[in-house]
């Protein structure tokens, strides 16, 4: 017996599933510097751009002078600084939640979550089309561990009569490679019904959603009674790294004591944290950002229905163009990149098989006129790209 890497790695090109990493060669923005080559980019989650934005770098640089780079140690012993806290506080006051706990990152915040609150003898309910890591959650807890159709109350409803112990319910906010809204009050109300908790993953709703950025809780006007759990990441809209548990004061102390990847992990850079008290100001107080991701998502909709484009059910930034087979997604990405676009080509087990699209994102950082470059190219290219799937492509 040996591994045969080699074999598999040519099965996944030979499936048209090879995945490679752009070299970015510059910081985050509308234009980037990839594999050497000037780029427009719609592919990242800096959706109000503050990955780059000054006063962001500027608070990052100021917390390096005044708490030092490294984290050095645990929450628990004596990594829990003084950043850190405030922003736990800011976010529990930006959330109406009366405490919020930070997360070195998203993965880790929905693994301390969900191992946290359920475990063997419980049940685990949770959306087929969820982010992987709180899929990867469910699993690692123990629990019993069902998925639900897409969005579909009913089916969770019909799942929640048959689960047993403690029963967790969890859901995207935004789903990440779709970018439809969960549809949670009726998820709540279904999850309420029968003693359930309701946990939301919004890591793409906060900052595009609500009118202060509070995401999808703030969009739908729901509290701490409907949902009990809300994760909110920092590296897409907010433009830094991070993520939070947002919630009773009951389930912070119950994470501080339970949540093993807030434990045993060291704490993220103090300085990462006055960067992201900026970000946060600027999320909040910036409505101008949500306002231009409203024209621009108006703008790439109208264009792409009138080139005829597959789109799907989302107003929000993630705009996917729904391709089908993994083959032509990737021929067509790779047909936009030659004309210097750049969107990925999500294809299975990101999600599911025979759906592989174009995931389009937009950018508050986008003007209209660079999204009018990437309809045009669509425009060019779409009646192009051939029913037939071609022989090999080596670049996604
Ligand atoms: C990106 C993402 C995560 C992971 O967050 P990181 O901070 O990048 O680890 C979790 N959930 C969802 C829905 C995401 O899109």
């Given amino acids: 017996m ?8 040519a099965a996944r090109h030979a499936d048209n599933l090879y995945r490679q990493r752009p070299l ?30 000054p006063e962001v770098i500027a608070a990052w640089r100021a917390g390096a002078a005044r708490w030092g780079v ?21 976010l529990a ?34 959306d087929r089309l969820n982010h992987a890591s709180l899929l990867d959650a469910g699993l690692l807890s123990g629990a019993r561990f069902s998925r639900y159709l897409h969005n579909d109350a009913a089916s969770l409803a019909s799942r929640l009569e048959k689960a047993s112990g403690n029963t967790l319910v969890v859901t995207d906010g935004v789903f ?20 359930a908790w309701l946990l939301v993953d919004d890591a793409h709703g906060f900052g595009p959603l609500g009118a202060n950025g509070g995401g999808i809780v703030e969009h739908f006007g729901l509290g701490l009674e409907d949902v009990q759990v809300l994760v909110g990441t920092l590296g897409k809209a907010f433009g830094t790294a991070g993520a939070f548990v947002a919630g009773s004061e009951e389930l912070i102390e119950t994470l501080i004591q339970f949540a093993r990847p807030y434990i045993y992990t060291t704490s993220q850079p103090p300085a990462l944290a006055c960067a992201t008290l900026k970000s946060l100001e600027l999320l909040r107080t910036e409505s101008w950002r949500r306002a231009h991701l409203a024209t621009l998502i108006q703008q790439f909709r109208a264009g792409a229905h009138s080139i005829g484009l597959q789109l799907m059910d989302s107003f929000t930034p993630i705009q996917p163009i729904l391709i089908g087979d993994s083959g032509r997604a990737l021929r067509l990405s790779q047909m ?16 599911p098989a025979g759906s592989a699209r174009l995931r389009v994102t937009l950018s508050a950082a986008h003007s209209e006129a660079q999204l009018q470059l990437l309809l045009e190219a669509l425009a060019e290219c779409w009646p192009r790209l051939g029913a037939e799937e071609p022989a090999e492509i080596a670049n996604a």
């Fill in 336 to 351: 936009l990149r030659e004309r210097g676009l750049l969107v990925t080509a999500i294809r299975p087990p990101t999600v």
């Fill in 70 to 90: 490294g984290g050095g140690a645990s929450h628990l012993v004596i990594g829990h600084s003084t950043p850190h806290h405030e922003l736990e506080e800011a």
């Fill in 176 to 195: 990440s490679m779709d970018g439809d809204l969960a549809d949670l009050p009726a998820l709540a109300a279904a999850a309420k019904a029968r003693d």
């Fill in 93 to 126: 006051e930006f959330t109406g939640r009366p405490k919020a706990l930070l997360f070195s990152t998203g993965y880790m915040a929905n693994l301390g979550a969900v191992t946290a609150l359920v475990g063997q003898g419980d049940t685990v309910l949770e």
């Fill in 24 to 53: 970015l060669e510059s910081p985050q923005g509308p234009l980037v510097m990839v594999d050497g080559r000037s780029m427009l980019a719609f592919c990242s989650n800096d959706y109000l751009g503050l990955a780059n934005h």
């Fill in 2 to 9: 040996s591994f045969d890497l080699a074999a598999r790695l």
